[in-house]
């Protein structure tokens, strides 16, 4: 089957630094994904990884190890407005299509 | 802005009843993906339509059906609504033939409410 798994909440401190984890068991994995979703909005693309290793991107950096079936998603330097909640999605390849499977959601709540 | 939009952003129906939810795809792109995502809970894939046709589908009943027209943009029908369909529905459109395809772009989303 399909299991994704990460926390269901977090907090921390506007200007900190925060790694949301995230580990997973799927068949045809083609890809990582994550997205951020503010409530009642759609989710955002943040960042993708295919292959093992640390991507970049701003303040977000993403890390992929496929042989531990593990994530983790890095903001630094927090502001509020990343107060939202994190999904960590693996893209799935089986019969001819491609889906992607999502986690449950981190909630990131950022104090001041 | 992804250039996937929805409609209607918000319906509430009632129990039994039917309802057809509308994606326009991003430009450019063939395939669309639906998904459900109930409260505190993360998207469920129910479908996906490639070039007019089903291409894959979730763990949904068949009152869950699907279109997808000529200009790639697609309908999601409930029938037999029931309390737990309340949820927020989305759809996705990429590539599908396109290589370097990598993220699929989400619209806004349609709120449900049966009660």
């Known amino acids: 089957g399909q299991n994704i798994d990460q926390p269901t909440e977090m907090t921390a401190t506007e200007g900190a630094i925060v790694q949301i984890n995230c580990t997973y068991q799927t068949s045809g994995f083609n890809g990582l994904f994550w997205y951020q979703q503010h409530a009642g909005e759609a989710p955002t693309f943040l960042s993708y990884?295919?292959?093992?290793g640390l991507e970049e991107k701003g303040r977000f950096s993403s890390f992929l190890s496929r042989s531990k079936g593990y994530s983790y998603l890095l903001l630094k330097e927090l502001q509020m407005k990343d107060s939202a909640s994190y999904l960590c999605?693996?893209?799935?390849?089986?019969?001819?299509?491609?889906?992607?499977?999502f986690g449950t959601g981190t909630r990131l709540l950022v104090s001041p | 802005e992804t250039g996937v939009t929805q409609s209607p952003t918000h319906l509430i129906k009632t129990r039994g009843q039917q309802v057809t939810l509308r994606c326009s795809s991003q430009s450019g792109h063939n395939t669309v993906s639906w998904y459900q995502q109930a409260l505190g809970q993360g998207p469920q894939f129910i479908f996906q339509y490639y070039r007019e046709e089903e291409n894959g589908r979730g763990n949904f009943p068949p009152r869950f059906s699907g279109l997808q027209f000529p200009n790639y943009s697609s309908e999601l029908n409930v029938n037999a609504l029931e309390l737990d369909d309340s949820a927020l529905y989305l759809c996705?459109?990429?590539?599908?033939?396109?290589?370097?395809?990598?993220?699929?772009?989400f619209g806004q989303g349609t709120r449900l409410t049966v009660v």
């Open positions: 990884n295919v292959l093992d």
């Open positions: 996705a459109s990429s590539n599908k033939d396109s290589s370097g395809s990598t993220e699929a772009f």
């Open positions: 999605a693996v893209r799935t390849m089986n019969t001819g299509f491609q889906k992607l499977v």
